[in-house]
T-cell receptor, first 114, second 110 residues
Framework: EAGVAQSPRYKIIEKRQSVAFWCNPI?????LYWYQQILGQGPKLLIQ????????DSQLPKDRFSAERLKGVDSTLKIQPAKLEDSAVYLC????????????FGDGTRLSIL | SQQGEEDPQALSIQEGENATMNCSYK?????LQWYRQNSGRGLVHLIL?????REKHSGRLRVTLDTSKKSSSLLITASRAADTASYFC??????????FGAGTRLTVKP
């Protein structure tokens, strides 16, 4: 089966600019996650979708970050405006359902803020 | 906030030796999962252990869970150079909210 697809692979922007990331989960996976991974740290959950509804966005900086999952399949994560501390790898993962299911990760988008 | 905390932060061993990594957490969980991450790549799922299980095996991997101590361990037996990676534990809380630890960086020398 095809894995989780993410694009772009790399992105370099200046602070205060906007950026968007795209994720296509594994077909049939109801749950989709976005994580932020700062160098040397573990992934931090930003938002979790169950189909097209939000399950957990308690750690999403809502003043600048937004995410949507149209039709319960693909998802986009947007940052507007970007800050220097947003430099990180943004990982997307999906699972068949939430709870007692392994997550399948994409290779992430490495974001650098100048 | 991060839920799990791995120990040690870094571990260096020789090929053929066993590697043990520990994970401690703070609140009740539905399950605990271990993942591996090679440099520049996404995470790969290794093992999921439910809160009512105490031990699971998968190939050269052995995971234990002690809910009374809120801790888990991952044992990799007969390590290989290809096992060099970062290893993370992740906890699924009562609402299936996922939290990862900071990871253990394992280096296996040939």
């Amino acid at each position: 089966e095809a894995g989780v697809a993410q694009s772009p692979r790399y992105k370099i922007i200046e602070k205060r600019q906007s950026v968007a990331f795209w994720c296509n989960p594994i077909s049939g996976h109801a749950t989709l996650y976005w994580y932020q991974q700062i160098l040397g740290q573990g992934p931090k959950l930003l938002i979790q979708f169950q189909n097209n509804g939000v399950v957990d966005d308690s750690q999403l900086p809502k003043d600048r970050f937004s995410a949507e999952r149209l039709k319960g399949v693909d998802s986009t994560l947007k940052i507007q405006p970007a800050k220097l501390e947003d430099s990180a790898v943004y990982l997307c993962a999906s699972s068949l359902a939430s709870g007692n299911q392994p997550q399948h990760f994409g290779d992430g988008t490495r974001l650098s803020i100048l | 906030s991060q839920q799990g905390e791995e120990d040690p932060q870094a571990l260096s061993i020789q090929e053929g030796e066993n590697a043990t990594m520990n994970c401690s957490y703070k609140t009740s969980i539905n399950n605990l999962q271990w993942y591996r991450q090679n440099s520049g790549r996404g995470l790969v799922h290794l093992i999921l252990i439910r809160s009512n299980e105490r031990e699971k095996h998968s190939g050269r991997l052995r995971v234990t869970l002690d809910t009374s101590k809120k801790s888990s361990s991952l044992l990799i037996t007969a390590s290989r150079a290809a096992d060099t990676a970062s290893y993370f534990c992740a906890t699924a809380g009562p609402n299936n909210d996922m939290r990862f630890g900071a990871g253990t960086r394992l280096t296996v020398k040939p």
